[in-house]
């Protein structure tokens, strides 16, 4: 297994740049992974492939204004992206701008000053701030779109789900930006029930696979949490022979973090709440323990979210599905169409 094999050719033409409205007016290519059978449905007819007692998990990651903007003591201007939160004041970002070396300071824009604790790896530092920095987030902050998507963001609640709860995300969980909460209501009038978890996205989601051999890999851990109230919830829809419908690949792999922990009883593993960072990295050969549907939208190329998903399906069907995509027209990345794997 190459990272090459998981490239494909995408016209640009085919990024989204701007989300459709309203949210489940999005095109849906269901693939059937038994079969290899394709469809071409709505978004909005996504109930049609759930039943009475399935669970559809949904992570509720909100993302924050996480891009920042400083001057250091000479009057150079950085910028920051926050990635995540160690504790009240320290956090791991990526600077852009030169000379951010260990104990450099610099003064954010509309809020306070900070230091740099550590430098890692390229541009990522951690830094701690002279005050915490989420009350100053609503006026100095900024929503970091993903660097594919060119055109400015009206509203940006549209690149929050509709029901985002907690804070802590650099990029949002771009398949849950599809469902409505009409669409939601629907759903669970019909008896498909619904559970959330967490899982904070950090920006290497964006990020491509450069070393040859895939497996080399480094991924990023992202912290999340499975609540005991959705680890019930999965438990009975399991014994009432219900199937998990995952939401994303955030979702997905929250599910399979928690799965690995949880003890396996007679008939089969009991989930139990769980909480606290993942680097799981699901490639072709996982072995999945829980998920038995995902909702996604169509993955950059060379990613991991793309060897995920094909992990899942299988490298050659999920390729031939893009393909197929591309031909039809379909609409790729944060605010493009989304892809129902069964």
């Given amino acids: 297994m190459k990272t090459a094999d998981f490239d494909y050719d995408l016209p640009e033409s085919a990024i989204a740049q701007t989300p459709l409205e309203p949210r489940d007016a999005s095109r849906l290519l269901v693939l059937h992974r038994s079969t290899g059978e394709l469809e071409h449905r709505k978004l909005r007819e996504i109930g ?70 550590e430098a890692h790896g390229g541009a990522e530092r951690r830094i701690r701030f002279d005050q915490p920095i989420e009350p100053y987030l609503p006026k100095a902050g900024h929503v970091p779109l993903p660097p594919y998507i060119h055109q400015e963001l009206k509203d940006p609640e549209r690149y929050q789900t509709v029901y985002s709860r907690d804070p802590g995300s650099a990029a949002a ?20 029930n619904v559970a959330t978890l967490t899982l904070h996205v950090g920006l290497d989601t964006f990020a491509p696979v450069t070393e040859e051999d895939p497996a080399g890999h480094l991924i990023h851990s992202e912290w999340c949490e499975l609540p005991q109230e959705t680890a019930d919830a999965i438990n009975q829809t399991r014994a009432a022979r219900g199937r998990i419908f995952a939401v994303g690949t955030t979702s997905v792999r929250t599910l399979e973090s928690a799965a690995a922990q949880a003890p396996v009883a007679d ?65 790729f990345y944060s605010f493009g169409d989304a892809m129902l794997i069964l």
């Fill in 267 to 331: 008939h089969g593993r009991l989930m139990t709440a769980f909480s606290g960072d993942t680097a799981l990295f699901i490639l072709p050969g996982y072995q999945f323990k829980l998920v038995e549907a995902m909702l996604t939208n169509f993955h950059l190329p060379k990613s991991t979210l793309i060897m995920l998903v094909s992990a899942f399906a299988g490298r050659e069907k999920i390729l031939e599905a893009y393909t197929t995509a591309i031909q039809e027209g379909y609409r």
């Fill in 48 to 117: 049609e492939y759930l039943r009475a007692g399935d669970l559809l998990v949904l992570n509720q990651t909100r993302v924050i204004p996480a891009r920042l903007f400083a001057r250091k003591p000479t009057g150079g201007r950085v910028e920051l992206l926050l990635l995540r939160r160690l504790d009240s004041l320290t956090w791991d970002a990526l600077i852009g701008g030169k000379g951010m070396t260990v104990l450099q300071r610099a003064q954010i824009e509309h809020g306070p000053g900070l230091e740099v604790l």
């Fill in 173 to 192: 969980p771009t398949a849950g930006l599809h469902f409505t909460t009409p669409l939601l209501d629907k759903l669970r009038a019909s008896g498909v």
